[in-house]
């Protein structure tokens, strides 16, 4: 999705390490192979490396081939191109700072805190320009920018978070708004609000209920609609892009990206594929660029140690 120069991707979300007792549903998946060239060659590797022991989670990537992502263990954020692998450090870590969702827009990089209740505003040079509070704030998973605000998700709270957006000035803690999700979406025991992407040329959003496996519409007010799937579900559903009227939603522990396509009213969906691969180990979140969709492995399963390998995962568009 394209926005003032600027595929905004995100994406992300979830679950640190309370969301590793979720049950894994097993699915048939479709397995595509990568194809995608190396860096040698002037093209996108086959995997991005990412710093050993990260821990990262959420994902957003610009128009230039520029990406970001955070680690949920100390709130670090990297910068770096997935043209040429190369990645450094943006912001330094620090006690108290958790990155969950990743977004990008303009001049900021916006970071979801996960159970801190809080998010964070950056400069692309990486200088903190805001730091924000949400109340009640359970886990605050992911985000969206738009023109006029940017929305965050809490997988614990039935709450979407608004940080109004004057002419490009970010607006103070005393403007923040907490709005009652209200309609189909009702929150259950467990991860639910997690991922959540804007329509392109509607206001509306696209919301996965992590533990349900549903999806929803969802209008700025809060006002929510279940996208009727036809059966289907998104089980373990965590980051969420969406292109035109076509949802890609990470399904986390199913090592799957589910294809949805999407009726125009956004009453209805219809799962065309499941797309796993090899390089897939629980990815969180999700983003694209010239053609191609990028996932970050969060390796929930693995215990993370200093030396523990990350990685993004590079793969064609079903």
């Known amino acids: 999705m394209q926005k003032e120069g600027f595929a905004v991707r995100h994406r992300s979300t979830s679950i640190r390490r309370s969301i590793r007792a979720l049950a894994v549903v097993t699915v048939a998946a479709r397995s595509v192979p990568l194809g995608l060239g190396s860096a040698s060659a002037g093209q996108v590797p086959d995997r991005i490396a990412l710093p050993d022991g990260s821990q ?12 970001y992502t955070g680690s949920l263990a100390d709130g670090t954020i990297w910068v770096g191109d997935v043209q040429t692998g190369d990645v450094r ?11 969950v969702g990743v977004e ?20 692309r040079s990486g200088d903190l320009v805001r730091t924000y509070r949400f ?26 978070y608004r940080v109004p957006i004057d002419d490009g000035r970010l607006s103070g803690q005393g403007r923040v708004e907490a709005l009652p999700l209200r309609g189909d979406l009702v929150f259950e ?4 609000a997690n991922g959540i992407d804007r329509v ?13 496996g549903e999806l929803f519409a969802v209008r700025p007010s809060g006002r929510t609609r279940e996208i009727d799937l036809g059966g289907a579900d998104v089980a ?24 949805v396509r999407l009726s125009d009213d956004l009453s209805s969906g219809r799962v065309v594929s499941r797309t796993s691969d090899p390089d897939f180990d629980v990815p969180t979140s999700i983003d694209t660029y ?8 969060a390796r929930f399963t693995t215990t993370p140690e200093p030396d523990t390998p990350y990685w993004i995962a590079p793969i064609p568009k079903p």
């Open 89 to 99: 450090r943006l912001v330094p870590g620090g006690a108290g700072r958790v990155a």
């Open 236 to 259: 373990s559903g965590d980051g969420v892009l969406v292109i035109d009227h076509v949802a890609y939603v990470v399904q986390n522990f199913l090592n799957t990206v589910a294809k």
């Open 290 to 297: 010239r053609g191609a969709l990028y996932l970050v492995n």
């Open 56 to 67: 990262p989670e959420g994902l957003a990537i610009t128009n230039r081939g520029t990406f």
């Open 135 to 160: 109340e009640p704030g359970g886990f605050v998973n992911d985000v969206v920018v738009t023109r006029r605000a940017a929305y965050f998700t809490d997988s614990l709270q039935p709450y979407l």
């Open 104 to 123: 990008v827009r303009g001049r900021f990089v916006w970071v979801a805190g996960g159970d801190t209740g809080m998010a964070w505003v950056f400069r």
């Open 200 to 212: 392109p040329g509607t206001s509306m959003f696209v919301v996965v209920q992590t533990n349900t």
């Open 189 to 192: 025991d467990g991860f639910n």
